[in-house]
């Protein structure tokens, strides 16, 4: 399994942007699909976006045009730049990873997480 740090959560007001960044451990980073999920108070953990290993990218309907996922083999990064920021977006944000990915949105279809990060937006 894959170690995964997520950082750049914070409080934001609507409209603004952040960036989450996502460091795995390990020198086959290159070979995993990564994603993000997002965990609201009360709510299921839902899909947010992935990236496959080829860079080919997918987003859930309520952030597409507003969020964009990118990786940084040389680096073992996976970022999230998250624009026009909604209180609805306010979230525990985790960063998934798995070797087998194939799109799925399900949390099923990640097998390494990290301990997530907090984005809180304000309106």
């Known amino acids: 399994q894959m170690q995964l740090v997520e950082s750049g959560g914070g409080l934001v007001q609507a409209g603004g942007s952040l960036r989450l960044s996502c460091a795995a451990s390990?020198?086959?980073?290159?070979?995993?699909?990564m994603g993000w999920f997002r965990q609201a108070p009360g709510k299921e953990r839902e899909f947010v976006a992935g990236?496959?290993?080829?860079?080919?990218?997918y987003y859930a309907d309520s952030v597409k045009g507003r969020f964009t996922i990118s990786r940084d083999n040389a680096k073992n990064t996976v970022y999230l730049q998250m624009n026009n920021l909604q209180p609805e977006d306010t979230a525990v944000y985790y960063c998934a990873a798995d070797r087998f990915w194939f799109a799925g949105r399900s949390q099923a279809d990640f097998g390494s997480w990290g301990q997530g990060t907090q984005v809180t937006v304000s309106s």
């Open positions: 990236v496959s290993r080829s860079d080919s990218t």
């Open positions: 390990g020198r086959t980073f290159n070979i995993y699909h």
